[in-house]
């Protein structure tokens, strides 16, 4: 599943990211982390919602899934800066997501859930919290969508304190 390919593919990309980077890298351990980032790449492409495009699930059936989704962008954006990434993937991944968002800048936590299934916190706060980082993460902080989640979380800052502090009210 998606969440599997990712736990195997995301931390080859930033042990690699991070030899490059220090300059301290095995060129062996490089080629083989470069070889399983390509196997994971190809795999979690297969895991994209046909007839939604750009929106990723589980096991690439529909509904497409908001936060996994990010959770993919994320992974992409970071991926891109040691492999080939598809820019139209990237163009389809962020026009999904903008597609998602609320008219008031926000989004909805579709797929992001407690331990028992319940979805966690009021939602929209997180989610767009977490989709706004994404988009910024990958290269899109310039955007429309990124510049409401801002304007949204700005608004809604007192009650964001409340919610991450433990009060209520």
């Known amino acids: 599943c998606f969440e599997q390919t990712s736990s195997a593919t ?3 990309v930033l042990v690699l990211e991070y030899l490059q980077r220090s300059g ?3 060129p062996s351990i490089e ?10 790449y190809q ?11 750009g929106g990723f699930s ?12 990010a959770y993919g962008l994320l ?3 970071d991926m891109r800066s040691v492999a080939y990434v598809d820019p139209d993937l990237l163009a389809r991944v962020v026009t999904f997501l903008e597609g998602r968002q609320n008219i008031d800048g926000s989004w909805i936590a579709e797929g992001y ?31 429309s969508a990124v510049y409401a989640a801002v304007d949204y979380l700005q608004a809604n800052l007192r009650e964001l304190d409340a919610q991450t502090s433990g009060q209520t009210g």
């Open 24 to 26: 301290g890298g095995n």
């Open 75 to 77: 992974e992409f954006g």
């Open 31 to 40: 080629l083989q982390a470069q070889t399983l980032i390509r196997l994971g």
């Open 43 to 53: 795999k979690l492409l297969t895991f994209e919602v046909p007839g939604s495009p």
């Open 58 to 69: 589980l096991f690439g059936e529909p509904p497409a899934e908001t936060m996994l989704t």
């Open 113 to 143: 859930y407690t331990g028992d299934g319940s979805v966690a916190l009021d939602g929209s706060l997180a989610a767009t919290a977490y989709i706004a980082w994404g988009l910024a993460d990958a290269g899109y902080a310039d955007g």
């Open 10 to 12: 995301y931390p080859n």
